[in-house]
């Protein structure tokens, strides 16, 4: 099945998860490291046939159903790398089905249950609960469909993202602009929404810093700890066993706390250009971010933190743009630069800037809203 590209598809993944019965872990884990081994193949170009009864026939004829599909795969760099398993999607909507009917995963919106047949050792069925059946529906009645999906096993669960798929059609004409400075989490990113010219809505995108600083202070205490063990090699005892369980499980929060929030906040910024059917211009400058927590010499765990995660903000607020047919660019919109003489500014304290040629002053986060207004009225 050939797939032909059109630079106006966009794909959008949903994450889904499921616990696996412990007595089915083995068996799981088995088809999971085949299953691996024949994709990484089938990415590199070579037609891949099951040498092994953990692998069914379904599963051979899904991986070379999408031999040609570069939009999900591209070639790994290594030869030993996980690469999930792409597979067909029936969908089972007000008792009529869409796609393949012999489909190895099953979407069944009207029993709100997922099923996994014919790939597995054993066929499997999961209930959906009512979010994920709320954020199924909101995707679907935006125009989207999915038709694939990618399934996995890892640390024990099966984990199977539904890939969306949608022809969109960018605006072409508008006359508001989303605004969003993408600066580090210390000071927050801030956005406006201009109509006319004018500013009509404004904000602060940012996250829980004392929890996220405290999250990442305790890290640097327990390192340290596991440091002086691992200098003494005793790294591997049950303590040094037991503060590494402690490193990662902190490390984990620090950044499932980040993703769930850059997720939340890139959907609250999509419906809002999406109401005033705005086109969004972004400002990312990460080495400019950088150099800034630099000079205010903070330890590097912190920089670190302050940085986490922005690059995939741009990247989700420039897919879920092009979701919903929204112009979006990385518009350059300088933060310490005036923009009445375009001279360079000096900073004269909390963060305020001065330019020494005009005598302009303006808080550093509101001087990006100066240059956007600047290049409207060109």
């Known amino acids: ?47 891949v046939y099951p040498p092994l009864k953990e692998c069914s026939s379904t599963t051979v004829e899904m991986i070379n159903r999408y031999v040609v599909n570069q939009e999900f795969y591209k070639k790994p760099k290594k030869w030993f790398c996980k690469i999930p398993i792409t597979c067909d ?26 099923k996994l047949k014919n790939i597995f050792p054993m066929p499997l069925e999961y209930p959906l609960n009512d979010d994920i059946i709320k954020e199924i529906f909101d995707r679907l009645n935006s125009g989207g469909d999915v038709k694939v999906a990618q399934v ?65 202070n305790e890290v640097v205490h327990l390192e340290r700890k596991y440091g002086k063990l691992k200098r003494l090699k005793l790294h591997k ?47 990312y400058m990460k080495e400019e971010s950088r150099r800034e927590l630099l000079e205010e010499k903070l330890p590097n765990g912190l920089i670190k933190l302050y940085l986490l995660y922005l690059p995939r903000f741009v990247k989700l607020l420039e897919n879920q743009a092009k979701w919903y047919g929204l112009p979006f660019k990385l518009e350059r919109l300088p933060s310490t630069i005036c923009p009445i003489c375009e001279s360079e500014m000096i900073h004269i304290g909390n963060r305020v800037m001065k330019c020494l040629n005009c005598g302009f002053e303006e808080n550093r986060d509101e001087i990006p809203l100066y240059w956007a207004l600047k290049k409207l009225n060109k």
């Open 89 to 114: 999607v029936l969908r089972i909507i007000n008792g009529r089905r869409f796609g393949n009917r012999n489909a190895p995963v099953v979407l069944d919106l009207d029993k709100k249950r997922i």
């Open 1 to 47: 099945m050939k797939i032909e590209k059109n630079e106006y598809i966009i794909y959008r993944t949903l994450p889904l998860s499921f616990d696996l019965p412990k007595e089915l872990i083995e068996k799981f884990e088995k088809w999971d490291e085949r299953t691996r081994a024949l994709c990484n193949l089938w990415v590199r170009g070579y037609e």
């Open 237 to 283: 005892s049950e303590y040094g066993k037991r503060l590494w369980k402690q490193i990662k499980a902190k490390r984990s929060r620090i950044y499932r706390y980040l993703k769930d929030f850059v997720n939340k906040k890139v959907n609250e910024l999509i419906k809002i250009a999406v109401i005033f059917k705005s086109e969004i211009w972004g400002d």
């Open 152 to 216: 996995f096993v890892k640390k024990r669960k099966i984990h199977v993202h539904l890939v969306f798929e949608k022809e969109y059609k960018p605006i072409e004409k508008t006359e508001t602009k989303l605004i969003i400075d993408i600066n580090s989490w210390k000071y927050g990113i801030k956005w406006w929404v201009i109509w006319n010219r004018k500013v009509i809505l404004y904000g602060i995108i940012k996250p829980d810093l004392e929890y996220l600083e405290r999250l990442c």
